[in-house]
């Protein structure tokens, strides 16, 4: 397929899904059904279905999917690193212990409470790792990975601890673990207005640092040479990566490899340059995150599936994969 084929190609294929999307669940019903809900026709509980719990969670599932995939592209292409994902500075984790820690406390009583928690402390472990690792104005990427995980398994680890507290009372246990395994049951629109000007704009931020990116690409010695300011740029996509990962995780929970495995997907198909591969990373992640979460409902039945389960199938070998072409390549180069 020629290169200017494919984005139209993928937007297509996303709408495909989405609408797919909405005829899945354990209520059967078909497309005549979907349409006449939106045309406020039919019986109230197949409007109510579509409405209410169908289209928030596909609507969620296409701005998350788009989130994680750009925060995940911007990293490997600031660190250089094909391995680098959105949890590489811990934005993932420390978002995880904001929600369980205010579900502990209670706050779930607002739509706004938990995400707002997530976000305010996925915030902070960023600024923290970022302090961490800087030295006065130089800031190294090895530094930030290193800080990144060990603030992650900080972070992770009290997350772990308010669980094992929390199991004391099994619903409230439950409903945490239901959190920090990641999904979509139970969102409705609220949360749908909550993550899309919070994905949107920092998304199309980052469109604005490609060329930046594109000379990184090469080193921050020849980016120098080109006029780029290396250090703003580093602290611009530092901070949108991670406006976007909070967003995303703090209301749908943590969704693993979908910010490791799209991008490389987008340079594939699209070309190495990140203009192009940005747009196309940001269709492939709201698509993939759609499909797994169309797959999850379609085979759910006595058990709980979760769209993340999915996507760990699908990027743990790809992440193996991509561990072993590194691998050759740098000995190759040795």
């Known amino acids: 397929m020629s290169q200017r084929l494919v984005l139209p190609g993928l937007v297509l294929a996303l709408a495909v899904a989405m609408a797919a999307s909405l005829l899945v669940g354990p209520a059967a019903l078909s497309a005549s059904d979907v349409l006449r809900a939106f045309g406020s026709e039919g019986p109230p509980w197949i409007r109510s ?5 169908r289209l928030p969670r596909v609507l969620l599932a296409a701005l998350g999917g788009l ?11 600031l660190f250089r690193n094909p391995l680098a994902d959105p949890s590489v500075l811990g934005v ?15 706050l779930a009583l607002s739509i706004l409470l938990v995400p707002s928690a997530a976000f305010i402390v996925a915030l902070a472990t960023a600024a923290t790792v970022y302090r961490l690792a800087a030295r006065g104005p130089v800031v190294s990427n090895s530094s930030l990975v290193l800080a990144g995980l060990a603030v992650s398994a900080l972070t992770s680890a009290l997350s772990s601890l ?22 979509l049951e139970n969102r409705n629109m609220g949360h749908v207005w909550i993550l899309l000007p919070l994905a949107i704009v920092p998304s199309a931020s980052l ?3 490609a060329r930046d990116l594109d000379a990184l690409a090469l080193g921050e010695e020849q980016a120098l040479a080109v006029g780029v300011d290396v250090l703003a740029v580093r ?18 929970g943590i969704v693993p490899f979908v910010g490791l495995v799209v991008p490389h997907a987008a340079r594939f198909v699209s070309g190495p340059g990140h203009r192009k591969s940005f747009a196309t990373s940001a269709v492939l992640g709201a698509l993939l995150l759609v499909v797994a979460d169309t797959v999850s409902r379609a085979l759910s039945g006595s058990i709980d599936l979760r769209p993340g389960v999915l996507t ?7 992440f193996v994969a991509v561990v072993h072409r590194t691998r050759k390549r740098d000995e190759a180069h040795a």
Do not use: C, K, N
Not at 92 to 106: D, I, K, N, Q
Not at 235 to 252: D, I, K, P, Q, W
Not at 312 to 318: K, N, V, Y
């Open 49 to 53: 279905v579509i409405l209410e719990v």
């Open 235 to 252: 602290r611009g996509v530092l901070v949108l990566s991670s406006l976007l990962t909070a967003a995303t995780v703090s209301v749908m």
């Open 162 to 183: 308010v669980l094992s507290v929390a199991l004391a009372d099994w619903e409230l246990g439950r409903q945490l673990l239901s959190w920090m395994l990641g999904g």
């Open 67 to 77: 989130a994680l995939a750009l925060a995940g592209h911007a990293l490997q292409g």
């Open 312 to 318: 760990s199938l699908i990027g743990a070998p790809f």
């Open 207 to 209: 469109a604005f640092y």
């Open 92 to 106: 993932a984790s420390g978002a995880t212990l904001g929600a369980v820690v205010a579900l502990y406390s209670g």
